[in-house]
């Protein structure tokens, strides 16, 4: 796994000619959405999310609001409990499983085309060509293009009789990287739309086959243009609650500045 010991990120495969990297040869990049009730979307059937502001300074000496949400709201991480009542809650997991080191698949192109695009393993394949293998235990994430359409209702992109269209993984692809070890004991499948997996599979098989084998999902992730195709890490953030079926989520990048 990912981790920083001496102040050096290891894991990854982060060393070059010029030995590995310290804590200050990476820049930290926000990868999370902020929160706000006039853009914020909501997975159709999640609670609504609201922020009522309760006091102010000029009559209360202080500042506060309270937040109502559900667990999945926003930019947010799903734990193995979300789909598996056999597997950990948010508060089961260990640190090692929310910081990993990071690949970026740009699919924005098919994602153009076909708004239903299932990621396959020939996609993977093509990836690890260029730009070498999938680093075992990490966040595989797929950069659609959707973080363009956050705040209105192209997001859902609906059809005509209600069914959302958003593009994701397929079943086989993700079976390929558990089954060749590239998501290790713990890793991620990460994304800028609501799900890993096309929002056409309502029966969301791979995020079932995900969390079953002990991973995390990232979803509505944003500014990926920032993250790079490898050698970056994510750390990912939010409230542990217990019994947590995840979190609303600050997910920080660490990339490398050279």
């Known amino acids: 796994m990912a981790s920083a010991v001496g102040g050096v990120i290891a ?13 200050r040869d990476y820049r930290l990049v926000n990868l999370a959405h902020v929160n706000d009730p006039d853009r914020t979307k909501v997975y159709p059937g ?24 559900g667990e999945h709201t926003g930019t947010h991480w799903g734990a193995p409990a979300h789909f598996n009542a056999d597997q950990p809650h948010a508060d089961e997991l260990d640190a090692e499983d929310l910081f990993l080191p990071a690949v970026k698949v740009d699919v924005r192109e098919q994602a153009r085309r076909d708004a239903d ?9 093509r990836w690890e060509k260029r730009h070498g293998r999938i680093p075992r235990e990490a966040a595989v994430v797929l950069w659609t293009g959707w973080e363009d359409r ?7 992109n609906f059809d005509d009789a209600g069914q959302m269209h958003q593009p994701g ?5 993700v079976q390929w990287l558990v089954k060749t070890g590239r ?9 800028d739309t609501f799900s890993p997996e096309p929002a ?22 944003a500014n990926l243009a920032e993250l790079p195709e490898q050698g970056g890490h994510v750390l990912v953030g939010g409230v542990v609650n217990r019994r947590g079926s995840g979190s609303p989520a600050s997910v920080y990048a660490f990339v490398p500045k050279r």
Do not use: C, M
């Not at 894991?11 to 804590?23: D, M, Q, R, V």
């Not at 993984?169 to 692809?173: C, D, G």
């Open 117 to 125: 695009y299932e990621v396959t393993v020939a996609d993977l394949q």
């Open 150 to 156: 956050w705040g209105t209702d192209a997001f859902y």
């Open 11 to 23: 894991g990854g495969g982060s060393a070059n000619a010029a030995g590995p990297l310290g804590l």
């Open 183 to 191: 998501l290790g004991r713990r890793g991620a499948l990460g994304t």
């Open 200 to 221: 056409v599979d309502v029966e969301y098989a791979v995020s079932k086959l995900l969390y079953r084998e002990h991973r995390i999902s990232l979803e509505v992730l």
């Open 169 to 173: 993984f397929s079943l086989a692809a």
């Open 46 to 69: 999640d609670p609504a999310f609201t922020l009522s502001t309760v006091a102010t300074v000029p009559e209360h000496g202080f500042y506060l609001q309270y937040v109502q949400q």
